[in-house]
């Protein structure tokens, strides 16, 4: 199929759109209409005296589709976009049978979009579902009162360790195995030390408070007791006297022992995630993660003796080879442990994946009847959805959300999502986002992807540390 832009700047907008409705399929992108042959959708603005004309037309298993609309000359550039998002939109529900339950909402942020309008036009100017609008309303109700509570001048701390045991097939995350990564895994620590000193520094000299900090990756616990205890250090730095929050994503089971789990603690973390994705083991070995649903029963029991106060479980709705019955089984018995966050992702189907390689792999497996059992029985178990994030090519065009029983929910997930507080980053892969909210203004600083890269061209790193000057004084 051959996706062709013509005299127009929407194409981000409409291959996002078209792919929502292909997720697995693959696409030629063009601007030259001449392309328009065989199975194509042609995306066009013609431009006449006053107006425009815009055409949609999709040519496919020999039948043709096709809507035009006069669009005035004067219509403002967004606008334009939507109207032509709907025109597409609605070519593709005809061609397809299928309704997409975010409408023609390509973004990450949709909770965002639907606070900022009301019901009617969500519904009708972007064809978001009822339910989905709900869910946003709900989750928009839920934040307020704490984006409302977020301090001035404060600062989340993220710290990135991009490694993991194994790569699992639907990740396109730059994580390294550790086998790889092993050779300089404690160079990489002591740069990582350094930069969070650095950033340390330059919070101090700036007035910046220390509000949240976040361990992610990758899988921080791929780095032994000790390298964690090593890197946990870098902390004293930092004035933590009003730190509300300490999370570290352990992630994968297989890599979580009691020694790494007291180092997290004695360091003062509250929150620790324990991910399943999947409670099936045959489901587990399809993917590629080199765990079983016991172990991660055993890690959970582990963090619940070594005093975890707030533990999340991450779950992947649309998992090659999970069925709706097997979802069901693996969210229940992640309910039974009765962890207090609960995040479930639809299945983003991303190039630098190995899974996109395998397209019979890629099915849905009714991704959207998992995620209305989750809803339905997170609910009902007194859990209430308080962030929601969406991913490009999602399985059934789906979203992530994180579920939290009450008072649990994590400040950093909210914030990070919404952009609202600024995130300075420390490590491979990190990204530091400097926020305005009174000016509405955004700054990111993207430190090398690779660990080699970081390490090598440390010195880059540490000089764009003084953008964060220059955005802040
Ligand atoms: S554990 Fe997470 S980051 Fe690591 S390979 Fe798997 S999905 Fe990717």
């Given at each position: 199929m051959t996706l062709i832009f013509h005299n127009h700047n929407f194409q981000y907008e409409m291959e996002r759109l078209f792919r929502s409705f292909f997720p697995p399929i693959k696409i030629k992108l063009s601007y030259d209409k001449t392309d328009a042959v065989g199975d194509y959708c042609l995306t066009e603005r013609i431009e006449l005296e006053e107006k425009y004309i815009f055409s949609v037309q999709l040519c496919a298993d020999e039948e043709r589709y096709c809507?035009?609309?006069?669009?005035?000359?004067?219509?403002?550039?967004?606008?334009?976009?939507?109207?032509?998002?709907?025109?597409?939109?609605?070519?593709?529900?005809?061609?397809?049978?299928?309704?997409?339950p975010w409408g023609i909402l390509t973004g990450v942020r949709p909770v965002k979009v639907i606070s900022g309008i009301n019901d009617a036009d969500a519904e009708e100017k972007l064809w978001i579902s009822l339910d989905k609008i709900e869910l946003a309303r709900?989750?928009?109700?839920?934040?307020?009162?704490?984006?409302?509570?977020?301090?001035?001048?404060?600062?989340?701390?993220?710290?990135?360790?991009?490694?993991?045991?194994?790569?699992?097939?639907?990740?396109?995350?730059?994580?390294?195995?550790?086998?790889?990564?092993?050779?300089?895994?404690?160079?990489?620590?002591?740069?990582?030390?350094?930069?969070?000193?650095?950033?340390?520094?330059?919070?101090?000299?700036?007035?910046?408070?220390?509000?949240?900090?976040?361990?992610?990756?990758?899988?921080?616990?791929?780095?032994?007791?000790?390298?964690?205890?090593?890197?946990?250090?870098?902390?004293?730095?930092?004035?933590?006297?009003?730190?509300?929050?300490?999370?570290?994503?352990?992630?994968?089971?297989?890599?979580?022992?009691?020694?790494?789990?007291?180092?997290?603690?004695?360091a003062g973390a509250d929150r620790i995630s324990v991910n399943p994705q999947t409670m099936r083991d045959s489901v587990l070995e399809a993917i590629g993660r080199r765990h079983t649903a016991l172990q991660t029963e055993e890690a959970y029991a582990l963090a619940r003796e070594v005093g975890f106060r707030c533990i999340n479980m991450d779950l992947i709705a649309g998992l090659p080879t999970d069925d709706i019955e097997g979802f069901r089984y693996s969210l229940d018995r992640v309910r039974e442990l009765s962890p207090e966050n609960i995040t479930v992702h639809s299945l983003s189907l991303k190039r630098a994946a190995t899974l996109f390689r395998d397209r019979d792999m890629c099915g849905s497996a009714g991704a959207a009847d998992m995620i209305e059992y989750t809803h339905r029985m997170l609910q009902n178990d007194g859990y209430a959805p308080y962030y929601l994030y969406r991913q490009k090519n999602t399985a059934d065009n789906q979203e992530n959300t994180g579920y939290a029983l009450p008072d649990t929910e994590s400040l950093y997930n909210m914030y990070i999502m919404e952009e609202l507080q600024t995130i300075l980053a420390a490590g491979a892969g990190a990204c530091t986002k400097l926020v305005d909210a009174a000016?509405?203004?955004?700054?990111?600083?993207?430190?090398?992807?690779?660990?080699?890269?970081?390490?090598?061209r440390f010195n880059d790193i540490s000089s764009s540390k003084k953008e964060i000057f220059d955005f802040f004084v």
């Open positions: 809507f035009e609309e006069d669009v005035p000359e004067d219509t403002p550039v967004k606008e334009q976009e939507r109207i032509m998002s709907v025109m597409l939109y609605k070519l593709l529900r005809e061609y397809t049978g299928k309704d997409m709900k989750i928009n109700r839920i934040q307020r009162p704490m984006i409302d509570d977020i301090p001035e001048r404060s600062f989340s701390l993220y710290v990135s360790i991009p490694f993991c045991p194994t790569r699992c097939s639907y990740c396109s995350f730059v994580s390294h195995s550790v086998d790889k990564a092993a050779v300089r895994m404690d160079e990489y620590i002591d740069r990582l030390i350094e930069e969070m000193r650095q950033t340390a520094d330059i919070a101090k000299q700036l007035g910046l408070q220390l509000d949240t900090i976040y361990f992610g990756g990758g899988t921080p616990t791929t780095l032994s007791a000790e390298q964690l205890k090593r890197l946990f250090s870098a902390l004293d730095s930092f004035d933590r006297s009003r730190v509300r929050e300490f999370t570290v994503e352990a992630g994968r089971p297989d890599t979580i022992t009691k020694e790494k789990l007291t180092a997290i603690k004695e000016n509405g203004k955004i700054h990111r600083i993207s430190n090398h992807k690779f660990p080699y890269e970081y390490l090598d």
